[in-house]
């Protein structure tokens, strides 16, 4: 089956495992209001935007179009988007947002220790990421590639934004947490208090469910189907990195996944197979699964100990969980999962 067919049929799973998660809860009490759902794709992947009360169905359209209008702005496969313009490299103006944007991608690659690495996009694409079919890239061509990839290279003054020739940016790691955040501005402006936006496994809740409950958010299992166990949560963001999200199998049985160490240009394989973020902002949590992943576990658990202004919960290849302490009441176990070892991690 062609890899982009897989794919999605793999990102359709999630969403009905997803949708699977919320069905419990969805309807019912303040539930007879509105809710109105706006599905569509965008940014590679199915996204959608479900809000309740009396303005959901404009607002949710509106939100939708948002999104819609930042894939155009972000893709850096489409030629007439900003972020295609500014990879052509020197200075090139663009709209406030996409300087917004890329500024938050600098503040956390240096928050990060370049684990997230805004300028990987020629290296990702020579994997066949972002684009293209997936190969193995020889070791010296990662290394040439290498030599232009470096987050300081990158200048942003006002909306100006220089690129020496062949740095190029990649916004897959944060621009959908941080179009998540967009649509729920939107949602709220027009009157929205209670909404589930999920792009592609971002997720950003409005308050709380209809019937005032707490909206229930499936972390999927990393090694299998269906979930590992589920997130009691309202107001915030959740977004998850796994190495399932897109991956290739070479010819010697080796599985590539689409996150790739800065340090080597080569795919993540290291002790963690998803990590889980939770804070009040969608672009937070998309910016650190990603830069998480890298990091490994210890990494990771060192850099919530240092910020604290979000939760995790990792599944790792020991086949256990480490959870925030902040968080570990919130997080339940799947009945099939009750037995896994959750660690809590403490201050
Ligand atoms: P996410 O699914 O949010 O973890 O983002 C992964 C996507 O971000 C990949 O498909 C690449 O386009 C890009 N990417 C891969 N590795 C990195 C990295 N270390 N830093 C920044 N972006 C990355
Ligand atoms: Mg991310």
Avoid at 141 to 162: D, R
Avoid at 207 to 219: F, L, N, Q, Y
Avoid at 222 to 250: H, K, L, M, Q, W
Avoid at 293 to 316: N, P, Q, Y
Wanted: charged share 25%; glycine share 12%.
């Amino acid at each position: 089956m062609p890899l982009l067919r897989r794919r999605r049929i793999k990102i359709i799973l999630a969403a009905v495992c997803i949708a699977a998660t919320f069905c419990s809860c969805s309807f019912g009490g303040r539930g007879s209001e509105n809710a109105e759902k706006a599905d569509f794709f965008a940014m590679d992947t199915y996204m959608s935007v479900t809000a309740y009360g009396e303005s959901a169905q404009k607002a949710a359209e509106l939100a939708k179009d948002e999104v819609q209008r930042l894939d155009k702005l972000w893709s850096v496969t489409d030629e007439n988007s900003e972020i295609f313009a500014v990879n052509g490299g020197g200075e090139v103006s663009v709209s406030g947002e996409t300087a917004q944007l890329i500024s938050f991608m600098l503040e956390m690659a240096k928050r990060t220790g370049g684990a997230l690495e805004p300028t990987l996009y020629p290296v990702v694409k020579a994997w066949g990421f972002t684009g293209g079919e997936n190969r193995v890239p020889s070791g010296e061509e990662i290394q040439e590639l290498l030599k232009n990839v470096g987050y300081e290279k990158v200048t942003v003054s006002g909306n100006n934004v220089t690129l020496p020739s062949g740095v190029m940016l990649d916004t897959g790691a944060v621009g959908k947490g941080y179009a998540s955040d967009k649509a729920a501005e939107i949602l709220k402006e027009n009157g929205v208090d209670s909404a589930l936006i999920d792009l592609g496994g971002n997720i950003v809740m409005i308050g709380r469910k209809p019937d005032g409950k707490e909206w229930k958010i499936g972390v999927r299992d990393p090694e299998g189907n269906g979930v590992v166990g589920v997130i009691s949560a309202s107001d915030c963001a959740i977004v998850t990195s796994g190495v399932y999200e897109r991956n290739f199998t070479a010819a010697d049985g080796t599985v590539y996944g689409h996150i790739i160490d800065p340090k080597s240009g080569a795919p993540v394989d290291n002790d963690i197979l998803s990590v889980t973020i939770i804070a009040s902002e969608g672009r937070l949590c998309d910016a650190l699964s990603t830069a998480l992943f890298v990091m490994g576990k210890d990494g990771a658990i060192e850099h919530w100990r240092t910020h604290k202004d979000f939760e995790m919960i990792m599944l790792c290849k020991d086949g256990q969980a480490y959870v925030t302490e902040g968080i570990k009441d919130r997080f339940e176990a799947d009945e099939k999962h009750k037995g896994m070892k959750i660690n809590v991690i403490t201050g």
